[in-house]
Every structure is written in C-alpha cells, then in structure tokens.
C-alpha cells in the first residue's frame, strides 16, 4: 500500500489500532501544513490553509454525521468541484496558466478563484454589504 509508505506508516505494523493511523497520519498532515516550503507550490492547499482552516482544527461535520456517504458528500461540496476558470482552465491542453485564468464575468482582470467569487466579484457587492 503506497499510501501507507507517503504518510511514514510501515505495512508491516500493526495495523489493526485505526486510532492510531489516524492520529499518524493527522500529525504528519499538520505538520506540511505548518511547512510554508510545502504550501508554495500547492494553491488548493495554501487556500485550504487559508480561508477554510486556519487554525487546522477538525471539522465539526465529521463527528455529526454519522454515515460515510454523507461525509464525502459534504466534502465534495468544499472541494473544488465548481466550474470557476480556475479549476476548468486548468484541465485545458496546454494548462492554461495561473495568471490567465481571468474572470469573464467581470472586467476587474482578476483571477477567477474561490475568494474572488466570494469576496470580490462586483455584482455581488449588494448581497455581502
């Protein structure tokens, strides 16, 4: 299992404490998330790190519900899984560069990321004041 091998857990070990891996694995996550080094070159990382979780404390979503088809169904909602240029351009041939994934709905020349939609797109202003 590579996955194991990523997070520094030996296959060989016990593997039967789940506890235990999560908390392996928990730490470890932490730990690049702390590393600025890590962050530069991963965008939805940093954004995660950023604007979702700062404090990089556990989602209170995780302990409510109680069925694993749920969890990732809220998980995929705070995923990346929209139709913002930054995410789309990036699936172009070439990949569009980060710089010129601009928004075309508004004239501001920004990129058309998470926090722009949110924060900044004009046509918005009234909803947010």
Known sequence: MAWLHHWGIDENANLQNINNIKNII??????EMRDKKELEGKRKL???K??????LEDQKYLYVL???????NIAKIRMNLHE???ETRR????KTPWVER??????TMSVENESHFLL????????RS
């Open 26 to 31: 928990t730490s470890k996550f932490e730990e």
């Open 46 to 48: 940093r954004y995660y």
């Open 50 to 55: 950023e604007a979702i979780n700062p404090n």
């Open 66 to 72: 109680a069925s694993p088809n749920k969890k990732v």
């Open 84 to 86: 913002l240029h930054s």
């Open 91 to 94: 699936w172009t041939i070439p």
């Open 102 to 107: 601009i928004c075309h709905l508004c004239e």
């Open 120 to 127: 900044e797109y004009p046509a918005y202003t009234h909803i």
